[in-house]
């Protein structure tokens, strides 16, 4: 979490963590400790965001006494945790056990359009909580945590699961917002005439493509039970025309005859194994002319800090698999009968890593 401090009011308000000054490191105790106890953080942001505390300060600053019955919660213990919170500027105190929102903390609400909530909720689920208190079991056999917690891996989990499922598809499209703008923005899509969606979810990033390019059509890609809750969605309902929803097992076979096929957060929950099944469907059934976008992080190889390598450690022990360099990504293509022709930074932590089909 940053410390920064977060200056948006002209009312008083105390004092909160400082960041170091412009050009002085922290000392290496302060940082380590900051990690060690990061996941107090996390569950405090989970907390927040289940019990929808940004949404109850929609109208304002309120006392903690008001805030805590709305939520139906100890006020006390309530009081505890936004006010380590607001040290942290997600959310600010004014004055004595008066709470109102930051600009960090309006991504804590329900309905803003770059709303983190549902993100924050999955993370902090007990069901995925206890998965990530099982990194030493994955470390010292090389195995996803999830199915040695659950008895199952991830995926036939939530079909089994699907209030857990819910929450998961709602916390990709959450995600989704760190990416969507930044891609559509960032990478040429133009001269693609039908793009296919690869497991593409409620379809957030394939019907914001389909805006910018108004002669595209879509295909939305995905399980049966995950197109449900696309059908809800309003920007799908009003790209009816020219996106079709098709339900299917990537594993199995994908739509074939299209020039244009994308995946964002997907080929990285797979081993090499399975990684490589999926994109030689892709690549067997795809136009010649066609290209490949997968849309992920590309894990840097200087050592320098990077979101993608502790994303990679929620790839080791939830699905079991793995972020990657750009050297890896380019043996995944080759594997799978394809060639990757370039990668194209966002301005967001994804790259979009570009590969067309080897005739």
Do not use: C
């Amino acid at each position: 979490m940053s410390t920064a401090v977060v200056e948006f009011s002209s009312k008083a308000r105390p004092a909160v963590a400082q960041s170091e000054p412009a050009g002085q490191a922290a000392p290496p105790e302060a940082v380590l400790t900051q990690m060690i106890t990061g996941s107090l953080g996390s569950q405090a942001v989970y907390v927040a965001a289940q019990l929808g505390i940004a949404d109850l300060l929609v109208h304002g600053p309120r006392n903690v006494d008001d805030l805590a019955l709305a939520a139906d919660v100890d006020a006390p213990s309530l009081y505890r945790v936004l006010r380590a919170l607001a040290s942290f500027g997600v959310f600010e105190e004014y004055g004595f056990r008066v709470f109102g929102l930051t600009p960090t903390g309006e991504l804590l609400r329900s309905d803003s359009p770059r709303s983190l909530r549902d993100l924050a909720i999955f993370m902090g689920e007990d069901w995925h909580w206890r998965v990530w208190g099982r990194t030493l079991y994955s470390v010292r056999t090389g195995k996803a945590a999830w199915k040695e917690v659950h008895g199952q891996e991830v995926f036939p989990y939530f079909a089994g699961n699907p209030e857990a499922a819910k929450i998961f598809d709602r916390a990709m499209t959450s995600l989704s917002n760190l990416a969507i703008k930044a891609v559509v923005e960032g990478y040429d899509f133009a001269d693609i005439e039908a793009l296919v969606d690869v497991a593409g979810g409620h379809g957030r990033l394939l019907t914001a493509i389909l805006d910018e390019h108004r002669s595209m059509h879509g295909v939305l890609f995905d399980q049966a039970h995950v197109l449900e809750g696309a059908k809800d969605n309003e920007h799908v309902k009003a790209l009816s025309e020219r996106l079709k929803l098709v339900s299917g097992d990537f594993f199995a076979s994908v739509p074939a005859g299209f020039d244009g096929y994308i995946m964002k957060h997907i080929i990285h929950d797979w081993d090499d194994e399975r990684a490589v099944q999926i994109l030689r469907n892709i690549s067997k059934v795809m136009r010649d002319d066609g290209r490949v976008m997968l849309v992920e992080a590309v894990i840097t190889t200087d050592g320098k800090q990077d979101f993608g390598k502790l994303l990679d450690i929620e790839m080791l022990v939830s699905p079991g698999g793995k972020e990657r360099t750009a050297g890896e990504y380019r043996e995944l293509f080759a594997r799978s009968g394809l060639k990757m022709t370039r990668i194209v930074p966002t301005k967001s932590p994804y790259s979009v890593i570009e590969a067309v089909k080897v005739l």
